[in-house]
């Protein structure tokens, strides 16, 4: 005669599980099952209990998830409130990031700036708090970019403005063309770039202007609210058949296109320079004796050889010295 099945008594959930591990939870299965919130899953608890669980918590995978837990910064801590120490750290950082802006610095300097401040004030709690290498820089950067253009795009709306751009000297299929934005704020005039435009294709004067276009479009700014435009006097943008001049006088024709001053005043210069440099030394072929020169030599240390019937090594000599007298 066979004995009689003995009774089977399955274990179910108890609360005393989560006040020895936190991160064990009661499960929607039922309660002959636990959850854990560190590996997002269900175990069945029904046979062993408290065995169970203990044998979950030395699974490779949960131990590297708590791991991996342990060191990351809980999403919650970032809504807290904050103490004014903390505050004045978020300004030393945004500080900082406008430092490197302003000075065109990499940013890669970020990334040590912490220990080094911490270093250079061991007691100040702020320093403690700097927690800022390139990556929030670079979202710094774009934060105050953004705000910085929407103030230019508000202002730009509210009265007329100026807009300017030139090309980079990159060489290869792309070439920037930043657009800078002047206007009027009361009575302090503001410049800021506003964005950087890259043309469709080749950088024609009609891919540069549809670039443009598009940009103040996007902005909701009409180029009938532009008083003028300033660029280089190259042919693409100045040009009258194709030229960014041609196609934004076909929408705002009362516009004035202003060319770079400075681009004119170093071909001014670079002209007159080469000019006098030829005037210079047909005087002093003319008018200055050898023997002066021979003088000259000796007063600057200048490399001479007096050869009376070698005309060609004289003359050589006197335009030695006249560059000499244009560079001084």
Known sequence: MSEPKRAKFLTEFKEDYTKEWPFIKRSRLGEHHSRCEICCSDMKIASGGHSDIQRHTLTPKHMSLAKCQASTTSLVSMFQPRNETAN??????????????AHNLPLSMADHMGKLFRAMFPDSEIAEQYACARTKTRHIIDVLADDVEKKATKGA???????????????????LYPLVLCYRNGEQVVTNTLTITTPVGASTGANIFEASNKELCIRGLDW???????????????????????????????IH???????????AAKKVRDRLQDVATDLLLRFVKLKAISEASNL?????????????????????????????
């Open 157 to 175: 709306k509210q009265s007329v403005f100026s807009l300017s751009t030139d090309g980079s000297n990159d060489r290869g299929a792309e070439q």
């Open 300 to 328: 600057y240390n200048l490399e001479f050889h007096r050869r009376s019937r070698q005309k060609d090594r004289a003359d050589l000599m006197i335009g030695e010295a006249a560059r000499f007298y244009l560079s001084e």
């Open 257 to 267: 296109i202003q060319g770079c001053p400075c681009h004119l005043l170093h071909l």
């Open 224 to 254: 009938c609210q532009c008083l003028s435009f300033g660029c280089d006097n190259a042919s693409v943008m100045v040009g009258r058949l194709n030229g960014v001049a041609t196609h934004i006088k076909e929408a705002n024709p009362t």
């Open 88 to 101: 004045e750290a978020i300004m030393a950082e945004v500080l900082f990031t406008i430092l490197l802006v």
